[in-house]
């Protein structure tokens, strides 16, 4: 009897044991491929008249992990709170209960809460509730379009008109399929914006960032309670790239290195254009660029450098040949010598290029389309072309590395070429259903090769006549743009213009030769 006793009693603690033990997913069984997803709110969301909270609880539908929480959690306006989790709850207690008087808190839940298995949640949760007696339940949802399935994008509310780009009313998450919700809203007139990132100061960001603005100058929910499907394009930064330093090659080049990393070659001016002076080593020289992206030109600001004494001994090299409109154009690595006397009297300094068909050879004709680029006039019985060394030469004198290039008019011409078979091609025809007076741009990319594809909607129709066989994803927009008609206006901050409005075909367009799809309609809401 007393060793059942003892057995029993070591049962009793194992059991006690393995009931404390650490918290965690159970083994076995399906993979658990899904995030955890709330059941439960006290007070419930939306609650009006509390006076009072000593503790806010949210339960889940699985085991959440305690390391996701402290930084996923944030209250507007922001108060002092401790959280705690445990099992499937998350347990958050404000430092001081009692809630100030009319006023409205928000909880945001960001979707990063994960379960064990890693699993985030998959739209992050906005939790309401208000010292007052009544609270203003308005909405405004929407989707994204055109983001980054990878990308994590947050939404912001700006009153209208906008008196301060850095304050927005609120900012929320969007869930992974790019939907946002903005709720609870006192009836205002309302901006949204949108940021590929979290969003600190929106005006500069989109500079920087994936960006996108409504297409109405704004949004009432003076007659409305709610406002659903507002769709917004997310499309690249609005850069303004600005020069970070200069490489010199010599007296009177050099090539500029930009702050988003591209490169530019410059010709240094002359310090006096009239007499043709140039810059003596030791001047400082100031230059700042006129520049545009896709929606503005601008100027850079200010860059300044002093010009170092060079030895210049790099001779000049071909870095592209191609044949466009009959020409062959051959692109150096820098500026020629001489490119401004193309026929000296003694054609001493004429270029020696020469053409072959067989044998037989011709003196090529050749002109200069920039410092940087020779011109040769093609002509159709050449089979190949000889640049000679002679007199290709840079500004410090360095002769062309290569005393006889080469050059096969056959590879130019399949260089040239590549992209342009058309011999298989389709059409589209389509209504387009749009109530403005905009004109409307039809755009159908090819998924393929990249190539794109732009028509304007005349009374009402739309039609793609030589389309390249292929698939195809077909969008239409207000035609705002005025540095490049076909290019769609992403919308511009301060001072604020809307971006257009659009309309992207649900499903991908299979073109197939000699046949003609038609009734693709676009309606614009």
Not at 39 to 49: E, W
Not at 308 to 318: A, Q
Not at 502 to 525: C, G, Q, S
Request: with cysteine.
């Amino acid at each position: 009897m007393l060793y059942l006793v003892k057995n029993s009693f070591k049962i009793y603690c194992i059991t006690i044991i393995l009931s404390c033990a650490a918290q965690g997913p159970a083994s076995g069984g399906p993979k658990d491929l899904n995030g955890p997803v709330v059941k439960s709110i006290t007070p419930f969301n939306g609650s009006s008249s509390i006076k009072k909270i000593e503790k806010i609880e949210i339960v889940f539908d699985e085991l959440i992990d305690p390391l996701s929480v402290p930084a996923a959690i944030s209250i507007v306006p922001n108060i002092d709170y401790k959280v705690k989790t445990r099992s499937k709850k998350i347990l958050i207690f404000p430092e001081q209960p009692i809630l100030e008087k009319n006023t409205l808190y928000r909880i945001k839940l960001s979707k990063s809460i994960r379960d064990y298995r890693g699993n985030n949640m998959t739209s992050p949760m906005n939790i309401v509730f208000s010292s007052s007696q009544n609270i203003s339940k308005n909405k405004i949802s929407g989707k994204l379009k055109n983001i980054n399935e990878k990308s994590s994008y947050n939404v912001a509310l700006f009153t209208h008109p906008i008196n301060d780009s850095l304050k927005p009313e609120l900012i929320v998450e969007t869930d992974d399929f790019g939907n946002f919700e903005f709720n609870y809203l006192e009836p205002n007139n309302y901006v949204i914006s949108a940021l590929e990132g979290k969003i600190y100061n929106f005006n500069k960001q989109l500079r920087i960032n994936r960006y996108g603005i409504i297409s109405d100058d704004y949004i009432s929910l003076k007659n409305k309670d709610e406002i659903k499907n507002v769709e917004i394009y997310m499309d690249n930064p609005l850069e303004k790239i600005y020069i970070e330093s200069i490489d010199i090659k010599n007296y009177s080049f050099g090539v500029l290195n930009f702050s988003n990393g591209s490169k530019e070659n410059f010709l240094i001016p002359f310090k006096d254009k009239l007499n043709q002076m140039q810059y003596n080593i030791g001047d400082t020289i100031l230059i700042n660029l006129q520049k545009e992206n896709h929606l503005e030109k601008y100027s850079t600001k200010d860059f300044k450098f002093i010009l170092p004494e060079v030895i210049d001994t790099i001779p000049p090299k071909i870095i592209s040949q191609k044949l466009l409109n009959e020409k062959i154009n051959i692109e150096f690595s820098e500026p020629l010598k001489n490119i401004n006397k193309l026929k000296e009297v003694d054609d001493s300094s004429d270029l020696k290029i020469l053409g072959y068909t067989g044998k037989d050879s011709i003196r090529m004709e050749y002109t200069f389309s920039d410092p940087f680029t020779l011109s040769i006039t093609n002509d159709v019985s050449i089979n190949y072309i000889k640049l000679f060394q002679d007199n290709i030469k840079d500004i410090s004198n360095n002769i062309l590395l290569d005393s006889i290039t080469t050059i096969s008019i056959n590879d130019l011409t399949k260089i040239e070429n590549t992209s342009l078979d058309n011999s298989k091609t389709g059409s589209i025809i389509g209504k387009v259903n749009y109530s403005g007076d905009v004109p409307i741009i039809i755009n159908a990319k090819n998924i393929e090769n990249n190539l794109n594809f732009f028509t304007m909607v005349q009374n009402n129709i739309y039609k793609f006549n030589f389309l390249p066989s292929g698939k195809y994803i077909l969008w239409g927009y207000e035609s705002l743009n005025v540095l490049d008609s076909t290019r769609y206006f992403s919308g511009i901050w301060n001072p604020y213009q809307r971006s257009s409005k659009f309309i992207i075909y649900p499903d991908t367009i299979d073109v197939r030769a000699r046949w003609t799809i038609d009734e693709l309609n676009m309606d614009f809401k």
